[in-house]
């Protein structure tokens, strides 16, 4: 049986723990951090799937979009099911507005209505320095409701107790095993986390099962 331990409670964390889970029911999935729920920045976040290729310095534009399409699949299979409101994942829609011509997004191609805002509609909002904008119809993570939710789906096995016995123990571990020691990192969202977190933790997980099956420690 594998240990395998999650650093952090945000959505990343949690989101990345229950993935793990998912695919290697056998393992013992522990996420470990000093703050959950409400103590985190997640919880704050608005949640709405806008996500653009201009706020993550160093993610190149491939990966975003597949983050962001992964995303997009997990949460409108929800938003569409019966737990749509247990989780806080609803569609809604709005304009989006600029004051310079933007370029077209990533997430056009697959929020359920997108286009350019005619000149009437700009012309109702009475905002004279925004001359573009777009309609869109997408979906919103409503944090407070979807946290709670996933953590639950993480079976309970989670720590907001850091011991020093457990930090100790976990340091002498990971000496013992360098330079075999691998650690995989997901962090550093910026100001698309929410929506990211779960195509980036599918990405964390390939990467845990490569080095598993690489025969490495974790
Ligand atoms: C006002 C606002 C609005 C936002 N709106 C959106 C939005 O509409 N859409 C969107 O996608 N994103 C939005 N974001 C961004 C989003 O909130 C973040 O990208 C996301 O919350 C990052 O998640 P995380 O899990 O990486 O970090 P966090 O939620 O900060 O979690 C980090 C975790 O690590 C733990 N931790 C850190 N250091 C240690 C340590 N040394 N020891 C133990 N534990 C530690 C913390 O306790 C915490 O549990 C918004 C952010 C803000 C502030």
Redesign the pocket.
């Known amino acids: 049986m594998y240990n395998i331990a999650v650093?952090?409670?945000?959505?990343?964390?949690?989101s990345t723990a229950v993935n793990i889970q998912k695919k290697l029911p056998g393992a013992k999935v522990r996420v470990?951090?000093?703050?959950?729920d409400q103590?985190?920045?997640?919880?704050?976040?608005?949640?709405?799937?806008?996500?653009t290729t201009t706020r993550i310095q160093g993610l190149d534009e491939a990966r975003l979009k597949k983050y962001a399409k992964d995303a997009w699949d997990q949460y409108s299979s929800i938003a569409t099911s019966e737990l749509a409101c247990e989780t806080g994942i609803q569609v809604v829609s709005g304009y989006v507005l600029f004051k310079q011509e933007p370029q077209i997004p990533l997430y056009a191609d697959y929020v359920y209505s997108f286009r350019k805002m005619t000149k009437d509609e700009l012309e109702r909002q009475k905002l004279s320095d925004y001359n573009y904008g777009f309609y869109v119809q997408t979906l919103?993570?409503t944090?407070k409701k979807y946290y709670p939710w996933l953590l639950k789906r993480q079976k309970d096995n989670y720590n907001l107790n850091?011991s020093n016995a457990d930090t100790n123990s976990i340091l002498q571990r990971c000496e013992r095993l360098v330079p075999a020691v691998k650690v995989v990192h997901?962090?550093?969202?910026?100001?698309?986390?929410?929506?990211?977190?779960w195509g980036s933790s599918l990405e964390a997980l390939q990467l845990i099962i490569s080095s598993l099956s690489s025969k490495s420690k974790l």
Do not use: E
């Open positions: 650093l952090g409670a945000g959505i990343v964390g949690v470990i951090s000093d703050r959950f103590d985190t920045t997640s919880w704050g976040a608005g949640g709405i799937f806008l996500p919103v993570v944090v850091n997901n962090y550093g969202h910026g100001s698309n986390g929410i929506i990211l977190s």
